[in-house]
């Protein structure tokens, strides 16, 4: 079953504006992940976050995490053309929760930004 | 370094017929996944492997075989396609640290679309 749920499953904002993604959780996890995947492309790491961070910071990206609400946010900012992608949080329990080794992942947003 | 490779890029399987996929990582990590993605959804985990000779089952494994050929590469097998195998698979493959929690990121591969009719 899907571990996350992104929110919202579509945004569509102006180049230059920032945009919010959120996810949601169900389980304890060791850190939880942000990729961004392009029409018909693999996916690519953005960002992790430990379970015991709050906030991280790369580059235009800033990922929030709240374990006590099984939540974190992703904001870019000052966006671009290119950023035009999917992205899909994913959260890693790792083998010491008793689950599978491997990401679960939710259902993405689909980030469109006009130009 | 060519990262994470699968081969085919793309195939067409008519049910009931065989086939493996192909996955290789030239970055020496020790643990590998298989995923498919369906329209609409997330990943998920189908098998993985997280070290040479060691093979487990993820969330959806029914209908898949794995194989561990070395610590490069990674093989999913379809003993006999069902439409409901139509999907994109995607290999990934990651450092795994002996001892401790995960913290680091996966590498994941082009993915094959395979569709099954």
């Known amino acids: 079953s899907q571990q996350g749920e992104e929110d919202p499953q579509a945004l569509s904002i102006q180049e230059g504006e920032n945009a919010t993604m959120n996810c949601s959780y169900k389980?304890?996890?060791?850190?939880l992940q942000w990729y961004r995947q392009n029409s018909g492309r693999g996916l690519v790491h953005l960002i992790l976050?430990?379970?015991?961070?709050r906030e991280k910071h790369s580059g235009r990206l800033r990922v929030t995490l709240d374990t006590s609400k099984k939540s974190s946010s992703l904001l870019i900012t000052a966006s671009r053309a290119a950023d035009t992608a999917s992205y899909f949080c994913?959260?890693?329990?790792?083998?010491?929760?008793?689950?599978?080794?491997?990401?679960?992942f939710g259902k993405g947003t689909h980030l469109i930004i006009q130009p | 370094n060519a990262g994470v490779t699968q081969t085919p890029k793309f195939q067409v399987l008519k049910t009931g017929q065989s086939m493996t996929l192909q996955c290789a990582q030239d970055?020496?990590?020790?643990?590998m996944y298989w995923y498919r993605q369906d329209p609409g959804m997330g990943l998920r985990l189908i098998y993985y492997?997280?070290?040479?000779?060691?093979?487990d089952k993820g969330e959806v494994p029914n209908g898949y075989n794995v194989s561990r050929l070395n610590k490069r590469e990674f093989s999913l097998r379809l003993e006999s396609a069902a439409p409901s195998q139509t999907s994109v698979y995607f290999c990934?493959?990651?450092?795994?640290?002996?001892?401790?929690?995960?913290?680091?990121?996966?590498?994941f591969g082009p993915g094959t679309r395979l569709t099954v009719l």
């Open positions: 990934a493959s990651r450092v795994r640290l002996a001892g401790g929690p995960p913290y680091n990121e996966q590498f």
């Open positions: 389980t304890s996890i060791n850190n």
């Open positions: 976050i430990r379970s015991n961070e």
């Open positions: 994913a959260t890693d329990a790792g083998v010491s929760g008793g689950g599978a080794d491997g990401l679960t």
């Open positions: 970055m020496n990590h020790n643990s």
């Open positions: 492997s997280a070290s040479e000779g060691t093979t």
